[in-house]
């Protein structure tokens, strides 16, 4: 096992009694995963204060209004990767999932070993190296923005910009290339490692959401390559 990944904290959401996150758990605990299992809202947040966690596992059962709520809120507090489990896969709930901030959506029939690969996947890619250029400064004409991968902070015009994991993984993504243009299928394989069947949705959705909190200039910094994809759009500023 990569020791990149040992002793990760992963923790799972669900009723205590629940043969399917009991069952996941332990096949997780195989891959040298720390598991806890919390059984309400309450049990879940203090976990997340006093442990050192890599990865938060929401089970949605049929309450899914409820488990958005919690999503919500947990997206409120902190910017660790949060991967749904749920019961049910309309189309509608997994864009309002990744417009709450999730990271992954999958849907029953569960497969332990599918949980398994996309919760080290996350994992892997949240504990990676940063690039040696740690620090990069932009222009476009509409301001000035300061990427600071070593803190994980985007910066426009002193003011900073609150990135989901997500959306720090396509916007870095993006800046990594800029003036290129990526496509859909790029920016979800290179961010993510695998392609949903909404792929073109999911990506759409974070790209609308890292706009609207760079403002009324979103749209200038992030542009629209119609069928294809996005770029983003800006002069380097050399030190």
């Known amino acids: 096992m990569d020791n990149l990944l040992h002793m990760s904290t992963v923790l799972v959401n669900s009723k205590l009694d629940d043969p399917v996150a009991t069952s996941m758990s332990s096949y997780l605990s195989l891959a040298d995963i720390n598991i806890i299992q919390c059984d309400n809202q309450s049990r879940l947040v ?61 849907t029953a029939p569960f497969s332990y070993k599918v949980i398994s690969l996309r919760v080290l996947a996350c994992i892997k890619r949240t504990g990676m190296g940063e690039p040696t250029a740690s620090r990069a400064t932009f222009v476009n004409g509409k301001g000035t923005l300061t990427i600071d991968r070593q803190a994980h902070k985007v910066i426009l015009d002193d003011q900073d910009i609150p990135l989901t994991v997500s959306e720090w993984k396509i916007f870095s993504l993006l800046v990594d290339n800029t003036n290129s243009v990526l496509s859909r299928i790029q920016i979800m394989e290179s961010c993510f490692g695998y392609l949903s069947e909404s792929y073109d949705r999911v990506v759409d959705t974070h790209i609308k959401n890292i706009r609207s909190k760079l403002g009324a200039d979103g749209k200038a910094w992030i542009e629209t390559v119609r069928g294809y994809g996005y770029c983003f759009s800006a002069k380097p500023v050399k030190d």
């Open 46 to 106: 203090t976990a997340l204060h006093q442990e050192q966690v890599d990865l938060i596992i929401l089970c949605l059962a049929d309450d899914i209004v409820k488990g958005f709520s919690l999503l919500k809120t947990l997206r409120e507090k902190t910017q660790i990767p949060i991967i749904i489990l749920a019961s049910r896969g309309d189309e509608s709930d997994r864009i309002m999932a990744f417009e709450l901030g999730c990271d992954d959506y999958l």
